[in-house]
């Protein structure tokens, strides 16, 4: 039998959300037995202790008060960070000799990858780092790179200051209260994860993560009773769930909608817009990052999200990319303290500008964005199967890298990079995969060592589709 | 083994390298020193004949690596110290002052920084010491054992940096992955986006 406290909740509540009050523990049951509730299969807190919300607090004043544009090299505070890093990780110690002049030689200070902190994570994690807290989240992303990246709960608080900072842009200023919805997040996949939430640092405020899914919401018409009961105060989601989101006529009055995870049509935003009468704003993510960015008001590109975070475009060798031309975004800085990210090539490209914006925002504007292209397979059956799916499936099995092409006959070859010492079982690849896209669909399974590794003039692209793009 | 000059010649002339052979050294399309070229004249004033381009070739970087860079800025300082007078008059130490720029220098510029074999009085005579033991010398005024023993103490200081975070790796490296594999089996922390 479950203990209480104060606040009503039990005690494997409180060791998720240690700081949960009787009016957030009661919001949460509202959304929990909710008597129109998707199927909910998972449970989550925040991990968030006291000295976390003050921390959360000093971060927003920064976020909104300390904007400004800097070409060329990152901040002072972004060096300190640099200059303690480079004396004490094991990866940059390699790379980076004693006395390396961070300032004069910024241009040559090796990039480091998304393979780096996909092989070798001890050598990237700091070895002072208080470990107590460590939580990670998996990704196979845009790279094809399976990827366990480790996170700290209150790097990942910071990203609701974000989340109100991009609100504010856009001229809203959300009230956060025990008893509302503050957000509500979509998608529309095979598989993922749906749970309710109130986060400690909304002050109690509501959240759910559901999925447009017939097994999650069998009768759509509760799907719209839940948002309608809930009434959330923006929605997020990928593109794919937000354009189910309307297909399944859920009525809402969001005062925004914010598109993350890939790229938004123009197309695509526009119906949401007029459908759901507000902003919808593109927000550029990356999981081993955090938030990178957000859609310029003014629409001059994507302006770089916070301070804390320095971004290039850079060349295959690692130089700047000439200005009037687009290289792969490189991020310095950010807030987790498991990862400290010195020139991250993203897998992204593009632009960065800046100077003045209409927007008012001082802070340089990536333009241009592309290696976030939406793709979207087809199963046996002709239903849509979402790349998120395919990379969910094959981490599964040990593997550095995938690539995973549908071709026009829907048939389907999977490029596979096992893990050093870890030789995979084809089969079970083949067969986890037949059993996503359903019986009949055709698929082979390559075992390539030299995936992603030595030629510079091919990038793995993890997904690709010659089947007919969606609207 | 030879006796060569002073030592504190040596390391008053590092100390003393004029800006030209600091400047940015050439790797493809960007950097302003041509390295393979001055390595090219310094073993001309060396005695060493007209050079042949190949034989200097392997300064002719063509691709940013991570070291790569470091080595070359070291390359062009151990070139203006092996141009010292001491080395020419001797008209004899050509093939080796190419040898030790091609390979003498490779490890060191894993660890330290050019601009600290300028700046830093240890590595001026690290650096001095490695490039008598590279043409068979000794500093004048010094025994062979007791030039290497200094040579070697001077040496282990930077590379002990490193090889005691490598040496700690494994374990840690062991470690850590069981807990990010734990954690992996746990839920995380909820996200208001994902990505």
């Known amino acids: ?471 | 083994m030879d006796s060569g000059p002073m030592i504190e010649a040596l390391t008053r002339r590092l100390a003393e390298c004029p800006p030209d052979f600091l400047r940015e050294p050439r790797i493809g399309g960007h950097g302003e020193i041509d390295t393979a070229a001055v390595v090219a004249d310094l073993l001309v004033d060396l005695g060493g004949g007209p050079v042949d381009r190949q034989q200097v070739g392997a300064f002719q970087v063509q691709i940013k690596e991570n070291h790569t860079r470091n080595w070359l800025r070291l390359v062009l300082l151990g070139a203006w110290l092996c141009h010292f007078d001491w080395f020419r008059q001797a008209g004899r130490f050509a093939p080796a002052v190419l040898r030790f720029l091609q390979g003498g220098l490779v490890e060191l510029s894993r660890f330290v920084s050019s601009d600290l074999f300028v700046t830093d009085p240890d590595r001026r005579e690290e650096m001095a010491r490695l490039c008598l033991a590279a043409l068979g010398l000794t500093p004048l005024g010094e025994r062979p054992g007791q030039a290497a023993d200094r040579l070697k103490a001077l040496g282990s200081v930077e590379r002990s940096r490193v090889i005691a975070a490598t040496r700690k790796k494994e374990a840690r490296a062991r470690k850590l992955r069981e807990e990010m594999a734990a954690q992996k089996a746990r839920e995380a922390a909820a996200k208001v986006n994902h990505e």
């Open chain 1, 1 to 471: 039998m479950s203990e209480f406290n104060e606040s009503g909740a039990p005690l494997d509540r409180l060791e998720r959300s240690p700081l949960i009050t009787g009016a957030g523990y009661r919001m949460l049951r509202r959304i929990q037995e909710h008597p129109r509730a998707p199927r909910w299969n998972y449970v989550v807190g925040d991990r968030l202790v006291a000295e976390d919300l003050e921390a959360v607090d000093r971060f927003r004043r920064t976020v909104f008060e300390n904007r400004a544009s800097r070409p060329g090299l990152p901040p002072p505070e972004i060096m300190d960070r640099v200059r303690m890093w480079i004396e004490t990780i094991p990866l940059f110690l390699e790379r980076l000799p004693r006395g390396f002049d961070l300032e004069r030689d910024w241009v040559h200070v090796p990039t480091m990858s998304r393979e780096d902190v996909a092989v070798r994570p001890e050598d990237i994690v700091p070895p002072q780092a208080d470990r107590s807290r460590l939580i990670v989240y998996d990704t196979s992303g845009t790279t094809g790179h399976a990827l366990v990246v480790p996170f700290h709960p209150r790097a990942i608080a910071k990203n609701h200051a974000l989340m109100e900072l991009v609100l504010a842009r856009y001229g809203l200023r959300p009230e956060f209260k025990p008893g509302t919805m503050a957000c509500i997040n979509v998608a529309a996949r095979a598989h993922t994860v749906v749970y309710p939430m109130v986060f400690s640092v909304w002050n109690q405020a509501g959240f759910a993560k559901v999925n447009f899914h017939p097994r999650v919401w069998p009768d759509p018409q509760n799907a719209r009773g839940f948002f309608s009961d809930l009434a959330p105060g923006f929605v997020t989601g990928d593109p794919v769930g937000l354009a189910e989101m309307m297909r399944w006529d859920i009525e809402v009055r969001p005062a925004a909608l914010v598109s993350t995870a890939v790229e938004l049509g123009a197309g695509l935003r526009d119906r949401l817009a007029r459908r759901y009468g507000c902003p919808v704003i593109d927000w550029y993510s990356t999981t081993e990052t955090g938030p990178l960015a957000y859609a310029c008001p003014a629409g001059r590109g994507m302006h770089v999200i916070s301070p804390d975070l320095h971004v290039e475009a850079l060349d295959p060798e690692g130089w700047p990319a000439p200005e009037d031309q687009p290289g792969e975004l490189a991020v310095t800085g950010g807030r987790n303290p498991f990862l400290p990210l010195l020139r991250y090539r993203t897998g992204d490209f593009g632009r960065i500008e800046t100077g003045p914006c209409p927007c008012g925002d001082p802070m340089p504007r990536i333009m241009d964005l592309s290696g976030r292209g939406l793709v979207l397979f087809r199963a046996a059956d002709g239903s849509r199967v979402n790349p998120v799916d395919v990379g969910r499936t094959l981490r599964r099995f040990v593997l550095v890298q995938h690539e995973f092409l549908q071709r026009a006959d829907g048939s389907c070859r999977v490029k596979i990079r096992p893990a050093p010492g870890l030789p995979p079982d084809p089969e079970a690849v083949r067969d986890a995969l037949i059993d996503l896209f359903g019986a009949g669909a055709a698929v082979e399974v390559v075992v390539d060592e030299g995936l992603g590794r030595g030629d510079s003039d091919r990038k793995v692209v993890p997904y690709r589709s010659e089947i007919e793009a969606p609207d």
